[in-house]
């Protein structure tokens, strides 16, 4: 029996590439045996996961990319296909937080500039990585990273939350549209992981009530996220699509939601996480 894990010959896209659970998961399909092509704006991280990635014994390729624009997404997919004659996954990890704060505080700005990467870079991502897939008659698996906030809230999330809410209503017309050809299309949705992305709007002081409210007792990690990736784009999920899988350590179905105030704005631009 061959194993289902397996990336060999295989090659992935990996957005948000240069730090969290976008690195620990392209480290983890160059361990697979994967092709790896790490996708994100700061050229440096892209390099040091490159040498991550090429000493676990896959092959990496860093491209400079900018989700939030058309022609960047476009370029990074077709500079994959013509460089290495095919695509069979996607890890599309890029995102930002954007601002955190109560809604009558909030600009349109910070709501166009979170939807701008979070959903219009998703779709991008997704347009042209199924127009890639559907072209090689191979088929692919794509993963987006979501969020447990798609179907919860925090005060002050009310423009991440309504973004990670339209990636899970996304996947499911995406995953219609090209199950029959191989096609498939499913979302992590990372709990509280502890990952750059939460230690720029946390401290451990704020995070005790999630970890005490989560029944695993701890914080999740990149590596676990991950794992989940590897296997939604591996064979052996290979009947599974238009899903969002939970990654939280039970705290979606523990009835707990600490309630933690925005004491302050908390805007970012970064895209890793």
Aim: with cysteine; aromatic share 6%; charged share 25%.
């Amino acid at each position: 029996m061959t194993d289902s894990r397996s990336f060999q010959g295989k090659v992935v896209i990996v957005t948000g590439a240069g730090s969290g659970m976008g690195r620990a998961a392209a480290v983890a399909f160059g361990r697979e045996g994967a092709t790896v092509v790490l996708a994100g704006r700061r050229r440096a991280e892209l390099d040091a996961v490159a040498a991550e990635v090429e000493s676990s014994g896959g092959r990496a390729l860093a491209v400079s990319t900018d989700v939030a624009r058309e022609e960047d997404v476009k370029r990074l997919v077709q500079t994959t296909v013509e460089r290495f004659d095919r695509l069979d996954a996607a890890f599309n990890n890029a995102g930002v937080e954007g601002a955190f704060n109560p809604i009558h505080t909030l600009k349109a700005e910070d709501f166009d500039h979170t939807f701008s990467i979070n959903v219009r870079g998703v779709w991008l991502s997704m347009k042209y990585e199924v127009e890639a897939m559907l072209r090689s008659g191979r088929g692919g698996a794509i993963v987006n990273n979501s969020s447990w906030l798609a179907h919860g809230a925090l005060p002050g999330t009310s423009i991440y939350s309504a973004s990670k809410a339209a990636l899970d209503g996304m996947i499911r017309a995406v995953a219609l549209e090209g199950a029959d050809r191989g096609v498939r299309v499913n979302n992590v949705n990372p709990g509280i992981i502890d990952t750059p992305m939460l230690r720029r709007l946390s401290t451990a002081e704020t995070q005790r009530p999630f970890v005490a409210n989560t029944p695993a007792r701890r914080l999740g990690t990149s590596e676990e996220v991950a794992d989940v990736v590897l296997w939604l784009c591996s064979d052996g999920a290979r009947f599974v699509t238009g899903q969002n899988i939970l990654v939280d350590g039970g705290y979606a179905i523990s009835g707990h939601r600490p309630w933690v105030p925005v004491a302050e704005s908390r805007v970012s631009t970064e895209t890793g996480r």
